[in-house]
Nanobody, 132 residues
């Protein structure tokens, strides 16, 4: 069982920046593909960003809504993934979830990294509220 802990959420203002962290309790963190999802009140959980595990190569993916504003990264030495959010908007308000899984190969990762059903391990979520 891989446990994911997501500190970093909070209340911010429109235009602010915020960094979310996701610490994973595994010694093989470099084998896992990591992702961030979010769920706003009354809406389905949606894809935000994903990053390929380092053993297979390099790669990131972003939703159209956050591309150019958010950046996903990972620090394998710390077994931690990050989501750096810039230019925050009110509609970024949501509970943000970290997710991890092994998608098997780069082809599968490219096809399925944005699907929440691809991920076995999930954090409890951290709320981000953006105030105007």
């Amino acid at each position: 069982q891989v446990q994911l802990v997501e500190p970093g959420g909070g209340l911010v203002n429109t235009g602010d920046s915020l960094r979310l962290s996701c610490a994973a309790s595994t010694s093989t963190f470099n084998r896992y593909d990591m992702a961030w999802f979010r769920q706003a009140p009354g809406k389905e959980r949606e894809f935000v960003a994903a990053i390929l595990n380092d053993r297979l190569g390099t790669g990131t993916a972003y939703s159209d809504d956050v591309k150019g504003r958010f950046t996903i990264s990972r620090d394998n030495a710390k077994s931690t993934a990050y989501l750096i959010m810039n230019s925050l908007r009110v509609d970024d308000t949501a509970v943000y979830y970290c997710a991890a899984d092994r998608l098997g190969n780069p082809g599968r990762w490219r096809q399925y990294n944005s699907n929440p059903r691809s991920y076995e391990y999930w954090g409890k979520g951290t709320p981000v509220t953006v105030s105007s």
